[in-house]
Structures are given as structure tokens and as C-alpha cells.
């Protein structure tokens, strides 16, 4: 609600609406100004308002591609000042894009200076750099002296500027967009401007040709960086079908010999808008994880061109195989999702196809193309009524020479007078049509520009060159009068304009060639992490407080080993650089742990929270070596347990994976292998029960089912055992008893069970 302040001589006037509806109304005229005026290309001119604006303020400023250099600050000062009232940073970065030939195929802007590189290092200030317009960015604006389009108030309404660009070519495709407005985006691939002109040149002739065969002639997208494309045609027909869809794009690489049968990789291109310093970053840190051991270093070697080179650990790593895991782990292979969001006719957002685009690219070229014919009409018509006036003059030379010499008011004299009937024409009265004045008499027109002919003209010669010149002027007349009838001479006409853009910019100039290669991604096998790693026997020492590390060889079990003051040693066991380790933590998730990643055992080892996400309130259950195939026991302090295959209980990341479901206050207990056909349970009460396998269920997570019930405390220790070989444990003594005669325990499962057998240890453990 907003009230007014009371005036004497006016009534007070309070004004009010729902916050709703007043919120909903604000919000939408925001979200309308950011599509229509700020995120969304045109489909026409393929260009933001804030591109167009900064080439239209370049050719006002007059820096066309053969002339000089103007410094940025001024061109984007212009820009602001004139144009685009927003701030200078945004309009200096969106200039600077256009002139990054690794951001844009056919950059709009030619840059002096430094304006970024494709390490991704942003340009230089706009006080050191300079720019001026480019080729094929004078194309995109040819007819605007010639009424080509329509022109609009500036912000101000101090200036005039053009609503879309006249685009002599597909710069939408050729160039590609990205933006994102309110509750929509686009994301466009540039394209290869030989293939849209032969697009459009099919399209001329075959306005229903299907989308596959335009697909044909326009493969895919063609990224200024280069690279392969690895995308399924299908995949790639269905984009361009509906407007969405996503490219998968690699780095081009090759083998280079280094003799004595070793060798690297070189990489020579690189995915569309990947910076090469985070690639390298990536790259190094893939290394340092050993996520891809057999990559053994990274290096730059990149001068004007990319030169990234990878050595592998050793000689015997396929190439094919190394190659496959950088491209699923770093950004050697990327994504670039297709969203072609445009504004048809600069005013409705549309999630275009290809052939749609296209056709918006056609149908305004005709716009401009008759309104250009228009013009030039026009502009002839008013030549053309100069010239009949200066024959007129040319015919009656004395007298004209009389009435400007002795009449006080010639033009009006020139205009009275009758000169009789006008020249005979050599074209037809339908060519053109002579202004509206009495027959023999002079227009204001005609009369200003006798009295305007200087007296050098007054020569013969002058008056043959103005019957050739009105001749050719009707023959030209006549050509566009037949133009602007005929829809047929228009679209021949619009393809020869698109054959000279395909001469100056196609495939045979310089930087026109395809750059984006394709091939097909083939069968892929998945490569197993062990398959990567040099087996090496290792011996895995985990502490009391959780500090992990892995001793080349296999230790004797029993020796001294060395660790922080106040820890001691808990898990010590054999293993190999290709094995998984299981960490079984108290919060019931499992971790996984890699052999071949575990700390050297020179030092103390690290800290194993570093390496995987367990809380700080979580303790380490169990520590074991996975095996493929194998049945786990796990069960809670509570007495709840279950089966799951070990394969389950592998987890992909460092946050683990949920396995036993706790309630609060509730612990994991145990983790064992699982052997043999029968359970023994024990509880913090001492009593022992012993029950089949086959009463626990085989899960992949969940809470389980009860083992074993209690009064008070909980469960203690279970193990799995064959039931015909006995139950065995250690006696206080430290020797192997087995009881044999189980029946006084043995009952169903859930049950409380007996008091254990004399000589069972104090600490309720079976191993």
C-alpha cells in the first residue's frame, strides 16, 4: 500500500493492490526485459542486444576492417554512453569474446593486445587493448544505410539504433550463443559456415527438405578449438530434429615415437571451452590420487598451438587404454549440451530446430533483401526525376540561361514555364513512373537542381553522359521492379549473395575448414582398476586412532612396528597393491579403500578420515581385504544382523555406503566372512547361541533381523562355523579348544541361548 502526501488544495489518494499480485507483475515486466533484452539471441542476426549494439557503435565509430585500431575504453565508453546504459566491465568482456577466436569460429571484433588466451586468463584492461571490426562483421551490417531494417529510439531517445542486424550470413549457427534468462536458457554450438550456406542453398531449392537430409549437410557442431566428435549420428539428428540434445566431444591426440620402443601422447586440441591450466590441474591431480596410475606425467608444452604431453608409467600401457580413463576422469572428453532457445522475430522465445532457424535466417534475408530493393527504388526515382529536369535544361539552354539571368525569381520561373513535351524515353512508361507535375512543366525538384548545376557542366559532353546515366539508371529500375514481383528471382538472388559469403568465408579461405573432426567412440570395454597396477605385495598397518599405511612386501605379522605415542597398533595384515580394503565403520557404512593408494610405510602413514569421509565420532568396526564373490555377516550391537554379497558393500565414493541401518545410541558390532552353515551368537551376558545360516536373510542394506535376544547389553561377538567340524575359540592359555557336542546351545534364532562352555575367554570373542 502506498499513500500519497496530503496537499491543501488536493483530497488525499491512497492507492492500494495485493503484495501478490503487485510482486507477480514486477517480477514478470523483470523476467520479459531479461529475455527479450539481455540473455536470449535473435534467431535473424544470431546477436544479443548488448553485441549489437557494440558493432553497430564500432561502425559509428568508423573502425572498419581496413582501417585503424581504436583503444577499447573508447569503443565500450561509446557503447555505454550511447547505447547500452550498463556498466562498462560487461560490456568490455562481451566485446572481448567476440574477438577470442578460441571462444568464436568466426570471431566479430579483431582485438590488438591482450585479450585472453585459452589458458583461460582474462584479457587485459581496456585502456591497453585495442579493436576494430572484422570481414565477416561488416557483412553482418551491410544495408543499414539502405532502410534494410527497422531502427529504434536508444534508451534516451537521444540516437537511433538498429533492431536486429541485416546478417548476410547464419551468425547464430556460424558463431553460436549462450545465455540465461529467467526460467529459460540457451546454449547453441558454432557451426561451420560452408555447410550452413550449402544448408540454405538445399533449403532454396527444397523448402520441405526433411531434417536429416540438412543434417547431412551440417554434420555437427564446428568448435574453434577443434577436437572429435564422438556423439551417434542419431543422437545428433534427434538434436537438431527437436532443439535439444548434447554433443560429446573429445581431445585430439596422437602417438609420438620416442624410440627404443618408448613413446607419449600428444595432445593437440582440446574440448570447446575447457581452460588448458584446469586441464593441466586436472590432469596432475588424477596423478596424485592415482584415480589413473598407469599415467606416470604431465607436462605443457604449448606455445601458439597446443602441445599437452602425457607419459605413461611404463612402455607396455596401450595408449587406447590410457586414454579411455583420462577421458572418463578429466576433462579430455566433455558435454555440450544443446538448447536452441532463440527469439523468433525478436519478440517470441522458441525452442527452435535447425530447420527452423534456418528458415528464420531465409525469411529475413528476403525482408532485407526487398526492403534494400525498395530503397534503391526510391533512390533512383529520385535520380531519375534530376535528370529528366537537367535534359529539360540541356534541351533549353538559352532559355533557362535568360530566366536566370533576368528573371528576380528563377526557380519559380523555371517552374512556370512550358517546355513542351518531355524527351522520349528509351524504356517503357510502366518502368517508371515521372513525378506528378503538368505535362511540359519543371517539378521544385527538377527546378533546385538546374539552378544548383555549376556553369563547367554546360558542355556536350555532360549532356551524353546524363542520357547514359538516366538509360542505365531505367534498365536498373526495371531490374528491381521485376525483382520485387517475383518471389523466384528473389530466392535466386538471396543464394547468389550467400555464394559470395561461401567465396570470402567458406572452406577454401583461410580458417574456413572443418576444425571439428568425427569419429565413432567404438566399444569401449571397461577397464578394471587392477588391470592399471603393477601387483605388488604389500603388508597394511591400520593404528588404534585410525592411522593407515601400507609396507612393501609382506612384513612378518609379528614384528615390532612403530607408531605414535599412546597408539598402538589394531589391524595388521598381507595384501596386494591391486586390492581392495573394506572399512567397516561403527556408523554402519562401509568404505572402500584402494591398495595401491595406501600411504608408503616409511613414516607414520596418514590419518585414514583424510582418505574417506568417517566422522570424527565413528570408529573403525573392521579392516579386510575384499574378495569378489564372498558372503559378509554383519550385525549391530543390538543384536540385529543380516547377509550381504561383498559386492554390495562396495562403495564408488569417499562418503561410503550405507549398509546396516542404526537406530541412536547403536554401534556396528561385527563383520565376518561368512563359512560353513551354522552361527554362533554371544552376548555381553556371556550366553552363547547357535542357530542355522540359512535362518538369516541374504540383504543388501537394511536393519536385519534379530540374532539374539537380551535382557541387558547387547551382542558381543557371532561367527560362522561348520556345524560337523565344531565350534572353536582360544582359552585363556592361548590354545585352540573345539567343542564338538553343541547341543545344549544350539536353538532357534532370536532366542537368549545357554551360559558359554567352560574355559571360553573372558572378553566374549570367539577369534
Not at 255 to 277: C, F, H, N
Request: glycine share 8%.
Amino acid at each position: 500500500m502506498s499513500e500519497l502526501p496530503e496537499d491543501p488544495n488536493t483530497q488525499s489518494v491512497t492507492l492500494s493492490e495485493p503484495l501478490s499480485r503487485a510482486i507477480g507483475e514486477r517480477y514478470l515486466t523483470y523476467a520479459l526485459s531479461t529475455i527479450m533484452h539481455r540473455a536470449l539471441p535473435d534467431a535473424r542476426d544470431g546477436l544479443k542486444p548488448v553485441h549489437r549494439r557494440i558493432l553497430y557503435a564500432m561502425r559509428e565509430l568508423r573502425l572498419s576492417a581496413t582501417g585503424g585500431f581504436r583503444k577499447s575504453a573508447k569503443i565500450s565508453g561509446d557503447v555505454m554512453g550511447n547505447y547500452h546504459p550498463h556498466g562498462d566491465a560487461a560490456i568490455y568482456d562481451a566485446m572481448a569474446r567476440l574477438a577470442q577466436d578460441f571462444n568464436v569460429r568466426y570471431p566479430l571484433v579483431d582485438g590488438q593486445g591482450n585479450f585472453g588466451n585459452i589458458d583461460g586468463d582474462n584479457p587485459a584492461a581496456s585502456r591497453y587493448t585495442e579493436a576494430r571490426l572484422t570481414a565477416i562483421a561488416e557483412t553482418l551490417m551491410e544495408g543499414l544505410a539502405e532502410n534494410a531494417v527497422d531502427f529504434r529510439p536508444n534508451y534516451d531517445g537521444t540516437l537511433e539504433e538498429p533492431v536486429v542486424m541485416p546478417a548476410s550470413f547464419p551468425n547464430l549457427l556460424a558463431n553460436g550463443s549462450s545465455g540465461i534468462a529467467v526460467g529459460m536458457a540457451t546454449n547453441i554450438p558454432p557451426h561451420n559456415l560452408d555447410e550452413l550456406v550449402s544448408a540454405c542453398q538445399a533449403m532454396l531449392k527444397d523448402p520441405d527438405l526433411s531434417d536429416s537430409a540438412i543434417v547431412a549437410l551440417v554434420p555437427g557442431p564446428d568448435f574453434p578449438t577443434g577436437g572429435v566428435l564422438v556423439e551417434p549420428r542419431e543422437n545428433i539428428l534427434e538434436a537438431y530434429r527437436t532443439g535439444r540434445g548434447s554433443f560429446r566431444l573429445r581431445a585430439k591426440w596422437e602417438v609420438e615415437d620416442l624410440g627404443r620402443g618408448m613413446w607419449q601422447i600428444v595432445v593437440t586440441e582440446i574440448p570447446y571451452q575447457v581452460a588448458k591450466s584446469k586441464l593441466i590441474e586436472k590432469l596432475a591431480e588424477v596423478i596424485q590420487t592415482k584415480k589413473v596410475p598407469i599415467l606416470a606425467d604431465v607436462r605443457d608444452e604449448s606455445a601458439d598451438d597446443v602441445r599437452i604431453i602425457l607419459e605413461p608409467r611404463t612402455r607396455t600401457v596401450e595408449p587406447e587404454m590410457l586414454m579411455q580413463m583420462l577421458f572418463r576422469n578429466t576433462d579430455l572428453e566433455t558435454r555440450f549440451a544443446l538448447n536452441m532457445n532463440v527469439l523468433i522475430d525478436g519478440k517470441v522465445p522458441k525452442v527452435c530446430s535447425l530447420k527452423e532457424v534456418l528458415r528464420a535466417f531465409l525469411d529475413h534475408r528476403r525482408d532485407v533483401l526487398k526492403r534494400r530493393s525498395e530503397h534503391r527504388v526510391e533512390k533512383i526515382d529520385h535520380r531519375l526525376e534530376v535528370l529528366e529536369g537537367l535534359i529539360i535544361a540541356y534541351l533549353n539552354l538559352d532559355r533557362v540561361i535568360d530566366i536566370i539571368r533576368y528573371d528576380e525569381d528563377p526557380k519559380a520561373a523555371l517552374m512556370a514555364e512550358d517546355w513542351g513535351k518531355p524527351h522520349k524515353r528509351a524504356m517503357s512508361e510502366k518502368d517508371y513512373v515521372p513525378p506528378a507535375a503538368a505535362e511540359g512543366e519543371l517539378t521544385e525538384l527538377q527546378a533546385e537542381s538546374i539552378l544548383n548545376m555549376r556553369l563547367r557542366s554546360l558542355r556536350r559532353l555532360e549532356e551524353i553522359e546524363l542520357n547514359r546515366e538516366r538509360d542505365t539508371l531505367m534498365k536498373e529500375r526495371a531490374d528491381l521492379a521485376d525483382l520485387l514481383e517475383s518471389d523466384r528471382r528473389q530466392w535466386k538472388r538471396i543464394g547468389e549473395e550467400l555464394e559470395d559469403i561461401r567465396k570470402k568465408f567458406g572452406k577454401d579461405a583461410p580458417g574456413g575448414a572443418r576444425r571439428t573432426l568425427f569419429a565413432d567412440m567404438g566399444d569401449v570395454e571397461e577397464v578394471p582398476f587392477e588391470a592399471m597396477i603393477d601387483r605388488e605385495p604389500i603388508t597394511v598397518i591400520c593404528s588404534k586412532m585410525g592411522w593407515i599405511r601400507a609396507m612393501k612386501g609382506h612384513v612378518a605379522l609379528d614384528s615390532d612396528v612403530k607408531f605414535k605415542d599412546g597408539d598402538e597398533g589394531r589391524f595388521l595384515f598381507h595384501a596386494e597393491t591391486t586390492d581392495k580394503i573394506l572399512l567397516i565403520g561403527s556408523n554402519g557404512r562401509f568404505y572402500t579403500l584402494l591398495g595401491a593408494n595406501l600411504p608408503g610405510g616409511r613414516g607414520m602413514g596418514e590419518p585414514v578420515r583424510l582418505m574417506v569421509d568417517l566422522p570424527n565420532e565413528c570408529e573403525i568396526t573392521d579392516l579386510m581385504i575384499f574378495r569378489s564373490g564372498e558372503k559378509l555377516l554383519v550385525a549391530s550391537t543390538a543384536g540385529d544382523g543380516f547377509i550381504v554379497p561383498s559386492e554390495e558393500v562396495l562403495a564408488q565414493t569417499r562418503a561410503g555406503k550405507a549398509v546396516l541401518t542404526l537406530r541412536d545410541g547403536v554401534k556396528t558390532a561385527l563383520c565376518r566372512r561368512v563359512t560353513g552353515d551354522t552361527v554362533a551368537v554371544v552376548g555381553d551376558n556371556r550366553k552363547v547361541l547357535i542357530f542355522p545360516l540359512a535362518e538369516l536373510p541374504e540383504m543388501a542394506k537394511g536393519k536385519g533381523v534379530r540374532l539374539q535376544k537380551y535382557k541387558d547389553g547387547g551382542l558381543s561377538d557371532a561367527i560362522t562355523f561348520t556345524l560337523a567340524d565344531g565350534l572353536s575359540w582360544k582359552d585363556p592359555a592361548g590354545r585352540t579348544r573345539t567343542e564338538t557336542v553343541l547341543t545344549d546351545w544350539q536353538g532357534p534364532r532370536a532366542g537368549s541361548g545357554k551360559m558359554a562352555p567352560r574355559g571360553f575367554p573372558r572378553d566374549n570373542r570367539f577369534t
